[in-house]
């Protein structure tokens, strides 16, 4: 008679391992493949219906009047090709206006600023530091155009960036329009970077269609100056609490994805890292002062805030660990706990291949082991309170020469203001 084998049956606690590590497993999925493809078949059925609904845009102004705000703090490098970028805008220059908030600046960049030729350019200076919310604030007080255009320093503009984000202004209920930045870089960490961004885009993009767009682009969205709201103080991710305060009035967020930016990554990826937790913080921050927002009545907002926001960022960087670990414990008792943890191992061997060698091979787990450590990083500080307002610039490449070609010159432009103007406060900026 032959030997029969019984396979032991896994004991409770690994039975309660292997649950642990399935559903935190099962919750990653749901965020990262279910929410993007729930999103992108939402759009698509509303992109179909908006084939047939009539044109409500009859209303809005095609070409309405624009401010490019550009807040800065210590951006000498960079602003002087900034502002000559600006020149290259395929938008009518009457219509157009450049306005620098520099922010308490020691290394001249208000004075770099000025030196450019520019005629639709003014300079506020603000003589104590405030931090970027409060220079927004500010920006937004003194600019003059219906729609405002926000964009970092160090990002080279698309030219046909203005007119693709003013394009997608096509209701009055728009108040928030974001762009897409395109990192340039090179390795794992420039690979992963771009990775991310695409992923994010076309995230964006689908969410844009409903208008449920729960975060802007940093490097260049737009807001429509009635809807806008002064940052409260305190808070510092501007591009995130700008569409949610959106959102929460029942206004439209939509994106661009034509209206680019170019931006170099960060040459360190300490800096780097250094961000994305002051990023992640923000977010935690905004999150959860808004979970009001996850209540049923919001409709396609609260779905979207849930899966962009609240499981990317609050919820799955935590479980990550838990099931790792849960994970390591039902593979002591267990064939389906090992086949849980091989791949886990093997993703976060990859991600270390990734940050020591640079190997682009390695991007996609290296960006998404960044970006969850990043998120509980920002976590932590967001606990112990230990993020400022106050800005600290990330380290970049060169300037990647987007627009600086087959633009029109500074002297086509006529001012939306009468002449460029420098205004000096000797007072912090009040957010």
């Not at 100056?225 to 591009?239: C, L, M, N, Y």
Request: contains cysteine; glycine residues 10%; proline residues 6%.
């Amino acid at each position: 008679m032959g030997i029969r084998r019984h396979t032991r049956p896994p004991s409770p606690p690994g039975r309660l391992a292997s649950g642990v590590s399935l559903s935190g497993i099962g919750l990653v999925l749901l965020t990262h493949v279910g929410y993007p493809l729930a999103a992108h078949t939402v759009a698509r059925a509303a992109r179909r219906g908006r084939g047939h609904a009539t044109d409500a845009s009859g209303s809005v102004d095609r070409q309405p009047t624009v401010t490019v705000l550009i807040p800065a703090y210590n951006e000498g490098r960079f602003i002087a090709q900034k502002i000559r970028d600006t020149a290259a805008l395929d938008y009518p220059a009457d219509r157009l206006e450049v306005l620098v908030v520099d922010d308490g600046s020691s290394d001249g960049t208000a004075e770099k600023a000025m030196s450019v030729p520019h005629p639709c350019m003014r300079v506020v200076t603000v003589s104590a530091r405030g931090g970027k919310s409060a220079a927004i604030n500010r920006g937004m007080q003194e600019a003059r155009g219906d729609i405002v255009v926000l964009t970092d320093a160090n990002g080279s503009l698309d030219p046909g960036s203005v007119r693709a984000i003013v394009r997608s202004f096509d209701r009055p209920e728009v108040a928030v329009v974001s762009g897409r930045k395109l990192p340039v870089g090179d390795g794992a960490h420039g690979a992963g970077e771009s990775l991310y961004w695409r992923f994010e885009s076309a995230l964006k993009d689908a969410e844009g269609i409903i208008g449920r767009v729960v975060g802007a682009d940093g490097g260049i969205f737009a807001v429509r100056r009635e809807h806008f709201r002064p940052i409260p103080a305190g808070v510092f991710a501007d591009d995130y609490w700008i569409p949610i305060d959106a959102l929460s009035r029942g206004l439209l967020v939509r994106q661009a994805n034509d209206a680019a930016v170019y931006e170099r990554t960060s040459t360190s990826k300490r800096d780097d890292f250094e961000r994305r937790q002051r990023i992640a913080a923000g977010i935690w921050q905004v999150s959860l002062g808004n979970l009001g927002l996850l209540h049923p009545r919001h409709g396609w907002t609260a779905v979207a805030f849930g899966g962009h926001r609240v499981l990317r960022s609050i919820v799955v960087p935590p479980l990550l660990p838990v099931i790792l670990l849960s994970s390591a414990q039902a593979a002591r008792h267990h064939r389906l706990g090992r086949w849980l943890l091989v791949p886990q191992l093997a993703a976060y061997t990859a991600a270390t291949v990734g940050a020591v060698s640079n190997n682009r091979g390695c991007a996609a787990p290296y960006q998404f082991a960044m970006t969850n450590a990043a998120a509980l990083g920002g976590a932590y500080r967001h606990v112990r309170r230990r993020q400022s307002g106050l800005w600290k610039r990330t380290e970049r490449g060169d300037w990647h020469p987007a627009a600086t070609a087959g633009g029109r010159g500074p002297s086509a432009a006529e001012p939306l203001a009468a002449a460029a103007s420098t205004t000096s406060d000797v007072q912090p900026v009040a957010p």
